[in-house]
């Protein structure tokens, strides 16, 4: 079996790509092939409406034609069993980054057909991960749970049963004393990052275990 995890933020030894080198490393004790991509290593764009993955014959019919760095990711992904999207929250959704990394790994699949969905990839597990500066009930008062199920729908509808975990109130800096966050309390964001992060870290790890346990295709 082989997972995939895809990092959304242009951090590569922070939260976001914390959990998810914990998700792997869950995956891998289950015997699990792994790979990550960090999103801001690489040089391409959202979709350029070429509609050539839709194109009747078409040499690229169902594929994104475009070559840039995302071209060998969306290879990876075909052969891959599960798929595992993190990104921190930028303004109430995942980064522009993973914005356009799923036009382009999304848009290729369906035809504007009413009998057919398309080109249709083969049913895999998926999940997401997310990180936020928020607590849960602000998340929750500022409509975040609607953004994370609209997300997991789309994998759902594209690939397979989908995972979320959230991780709230996350730590942004090492020193908040440089920074312009008087609204914090470094404290208590400390303390938080000390105790509930590595139970977050934990979760992640249970999450690529039952990625990789729960069967290699659904």
């Excluded at 933020?9 to 289950?30: D, M, Q, Y």
């Amino acid at each position: 079996m082989k997972v995939i995890a895809i990092n959304g933020s242009p951090r590569k030894n922070w939260n976001t790509a914390t959990l998810l080198k914990h998700a792997l490393k869950g995956a891998e004790s289950a015997g699990a092939e792994t790979k990550l991509v960090h999103l801001y290593d690489l040089t391409y764009k959202g979709c350029v409406s070429c509609f050539a993955c839709k194109l009747k014959g078409g040499e690229s019919f169902g594929r994104c034609a475009v070559k840039d760095d995302l071209a060998p990711v969306f290879e990876e992904i075909r052969t891959a069993n599960a798929l595992i999207l993190g990104s921190p929250i930028y303004f109430g959704d995942v980064t522009g980054q993973m914005r356009s990394f799923l036009e382009r790994l999304l848009f290729q699949y369906p035809i504007y057909d009413p009998d057919a969905f398309g080109t249709r990839p083969k049913n895999m597990k998926t999940a997401w991960i997310y990180t936020m500066n928020v607590t849960e009930d602000l998340a929750r008062e500022m409509g975040y749970d609607r953004m994370f199920k609209n997300n997991a729908e789309l994998l759902e509808r594209f690939f397979g049963p989908c995972q979320s975990l959230m991780c709230y109130d996350t730590l942004q800096f090492d020193d908040y004393s440089r920074y312009a966050a008087r609204r914090f309390d470094p404290v208590a964001k400390k303390k938080r990052h000390e105790e509930v992060f590595p139970k977050d870290c934990e979760r992640a790890f249970e999450l690529g275990v039952r990625l990789e346990t729960s069967g290699s295709d659904l």
